[in-house]
C-alpha cells in the first residue's frame, strides 16, 4: 500500500464527517490512500448493524471514486471487580485502533473530536480533581506507540460538523450508548451541558480555549516535573521511587513529581485527590516507619521504597465498591479469610483486652455506612469513627476493613481495635482480633 492516513471510524455522525471529508481531500490531492478503521466492541445489540453500515457506506464511497477502504476488528472485554467499562472499553478500541494502523503501514490516525468534546473533557477533569495534564484536555496532535494520533476538528464547534453532514446528506449511526447516564458523560451531555449552555452561551468556546491556554504551560510543566523526579527513581528499577527523598520535597513537588512517575509507569494518570492524600500520608508513613498498600493503586510503601507492583486495572476515578453485609460465626480460633474484604481476620487467644468467645458465634461483618460510635477505652466517650481514625492516626487506606457487629453492637474495628463496650471481663475466657490486610 501507498501513501496512507487512517481515520477512526465508529458510523457514527462524527467520524462519519471526517471520513467522508478525508476521502474527498484525498481525491484531489491523488495516490493517497484513506483506511477506515472500525472497532466492534460488542457492546451494543446493533453493533453487527453498525459494522454492516461501515462496511456499506465505505464500499459505496469507493464505487464512487474515493481513495477509502474499511478495516475492522472484533475486541472482547473483561472486567474485573472494580474496573470501568468506559476505561476497558477505551483502551481496547486503541489497541485494536494501533494494530490494524501498524499493520496496514500508516502512521496517522484521524480522531473526530470537536470542540465540545473538549470543552466536556475539561469539564469531567475539573470534576474529578485533575492536575495540569488532564486540564489540557485533549491534544491536538500527539505520538504514541509510532504512530500520530491527530484530532484536526478540536478547534471546530459541532453545529459546523451538522452542517457539514446535512450538506453532504451523509448517512450515520446513533448509537444508543449515549443514552445511557451511568456514564459521566452522558451524565454531563444530558443533565449538566443544556442548563450551562443557557446560563452561559459561550461556555464550549470558553472552555475549550482555557483548556489550550493549560496545553500551553504543559511543556514548561513536564520540565518542571521531570527535573524533581531526576535521581528519585531507583537505579535499574523505574517502577520504584526513593520515598524518603521524595518526602523532602514541598508538598507541590512531591505532587508534581509523583503526578509524572505514576503517569509514566501506570500509563494513567492519577487525580487530584489521590496526589494529596498520598503526598500527605506517605511522609507520615514513613516517620512512623509504617509500611503501606494502596490497592486501588498498585502501590506499596516499604522500607522507604514506594513502588508500583501492578498498574492499576480500577477506574481511579470511582472508588471500588466494598461488599455488602455478610454474616460469620467464628468457633475457633486462627486465620478466617475474607477474600471479598481483602483481607484476614486473625482470632487469637488472649489474656486481656479480647471479647468472649461466645460473642463471635453471631457476627455480621458491614462496610461504614456513617454514624457509627466507638469507645476506645473503659470509661471514655463513644465517638465517631472519623473522630477515633484521626486520633489514633489510622491512615485513609487503612480503614476499608470490615466492621464486626454482635446484633446492632459494635465489637471490632480495624485499626481501633475491640469496641470497650465488648472486652470480656478481666480473668473470662477471650480472644483477641486483629484485621490483616491482604498484600497488593
Known sequence: ?????????????????????????????????????????????????????????????????????????????????????????????????????????????LLA???????????????????????????????RDDICWARPWLAYPREAIEAYVA???LSFVDDDSNEDERFARNRLRRQVWPALVAAFPQAEASLATSASHVADCLPGVLAWQSALLDGLCMPAQPAQLNAVAWSALSAAERRASLALWYRLQAGQPLPGTWLERLAQEVPAMLFRQHPGRWRELGLSLYR?????????????????????????????????PLPDWHGVLRVSLASEGGVSPSLLKGLSLRPRSGGEQFQAGPGRPPRSLKKQFQS??????????????????????????VDARCLAAPGQPQWALDWVPATC
Open 1 to 109: 500500500m501507498g501513501a496512507c492516513v487512517a481515520v477512526a471510524f465508529s458510523g457514527g455522525r462524527d467520524s462519519t464527517a471526517l471520513l467522508h471529508a478525508t476521502a474527498c481531500a484525498a481525491r484531489e490531492s491523488g495516490g493517497l490512500q484513506v483506511l477506515a478503521l472500525h472497532v466492534h466492541h460488542g457492546l451494543s445489540s446493533s453493533a453487527d448493524s453498525w459494522l454492516r453500515h461501515a462496511e456499506s457506506l465505505c464500499a459505496e464511497w469507493a464505487s464512487q471514486g474515493l481513495p477509502v477502504s474499511l478495516l475492522s476488528r472484533r475486541v472482547v472485554l473483561s472486567l474485573s471487580a472494580g474496573q470501568s467499562l468506559e476505561a476497558e472499553a477505551r483502551r481496547a478500541r486503541y489497541g485494536a485502533l494501533t494494530e490494524m494502523a501498524t499493520q496496514a503501514g500508516c502512521d496517522l490516525i
Open 113 to 143: 473530536h470537536h470542540r465540545r468534546d473538549q470543552a466536556e473533557t475539561l469539564l469531567l477533569q475539573a470534576l474529578r480533581g485533575g492536575g495540569v495534564s488532564g486540564l489540557a484536555g485533549m491534544p491536538q496532535q500527539v505520538w
Open 167 to 169: 450538506r453532504h446528506e
Open 304 to 336: 522507604g521504597v514506594l513502588t508500583l507492583e501492578a498498574p492499576a486495572p480500577f477506574d481511579l476515578a470511582s472508588p471500588t465498591p466494598l461488599p455488602d453485609a455478610q454474616h460469620l460465626c467464628i468457633q475457633n480460633a486462627g486465620d478466617w
Open 392 to 417: 489514633a492516626g489510622v491512615p485513609t487506606w487503612d480503614r476499608q476493613g470490615p466492621l464486626l457487629y454482635a446484633g446492632e453492637q459494635l465489637v471490632f474495628v480495624p485499626g481501633l481495635g
